[in-house]
């Protein structure tokens, strides 16, 4: 969860323009989803610094 953005009391699914449908039939192609993931390292480099405050990450262990 974002802290430097003030909430706007509208719950997520209400969000205009915001696809919501269409993004979750885009995450259930996992495929596709790493295919883009992967394209986004290659030309932006791996994700850095540290990780969102309240979560952990995919390897908790790694930050315990």
Not at 13 to 23: C, E, K, L, M, Q
Not at 29 to 50: C, F, H, I, K, N
Request: neutral net charge; hydrophobic residues 40%.
């Amino acid at each position: 969860m974002r802290t430097d953005v003030t909430p706007t009391g509208q719950g997520i699914w209400d969000v205009p323009n915001a696809h919501t449908r269409d993004f979750i039939d885009f995450m259930a192609d996992r495929a596709a989803v790493e295919r883009r993931r992967q394209t986004m390292v290659l030309y932006l480099g791996e994700v850095s610094g540290p990780p969102t405050p309240g979560w952990l990450g995919l390897f908790p262990a790694r930050h315990a």
